[in-house]
């Protein structure tokens, strides 16, 4: 059983102490947190930026029980989280929706989904806001857009 195991943990270190991808390197988390909040910021809402080549996520703005929520998909049948709508950020031209996200319409759902524009970093994000006052997925793609610039990404 031991023997089994060894394999295993060998395995976890070894992830574990991987470096981050090279699109991670050089990220400022300091400045994106401060750009994404006064850009989209809200209790409600998550960003995810991943390595383009890989998928592996390297940056998450919002707490992890918002970035961990189903939401109606908008544009197709069924709920989606938002690191499942990171597929859609290398699709030509990204992906934005917006819809109600409960039955009465009080409260809305905002998706967005593109490569990040930069020069330095190839990157992608997905986001989500959630809430009575949540930006349509257009409107999140071109706040996130400035706010990436203004955090040097």
């Known amino acids: 059983m ?36 006064a850009a989209i910021g809200d209790p409600a809402t998550c960003v995810l930026l991943a390595d383009r080549a890989s998928g592996q996520v390297v940056y998450r703005y919002g707490e992890a029980i918002e970035c961990a929520r189903a939401l109606p998909a908008c544009d197709r049948p069924g709920t989606m989280t938002v690191q499942g709508a990171l597929t859609f950020a290398t699709v030509a031209g990204g992906r934005f929706a917006s819809c109600p996200s409960v039955p009465d319409g009080s409260r809305t759902v905002g998706w967005a989904a593109a490569r990040a524009p930069n020069a330095k970093h190839d990157l992608v994000y997905s986001a989500v806001m959630e809430g009575q006052r949540a930006l349509p997925g257009h409107e999140i793609n071109a706040r996130l857009g400035d706010a990436f610039a203004a955090a040097g990404v």
Do not use: K, T, Y
């Not at 991808?21 to 909040?37: E, H, K, M």
């Open 2 to 37: 031991r023997q089994a195991l060894l394999p295993c943990a060998m395995a976890a270190l070894a992830f574990a102490c991987a470096p981050a991808p090279p699109s991670a390197q050089g990220l400022n988390r300091n400045a994106l947190d401060a750009a994404i909040g």
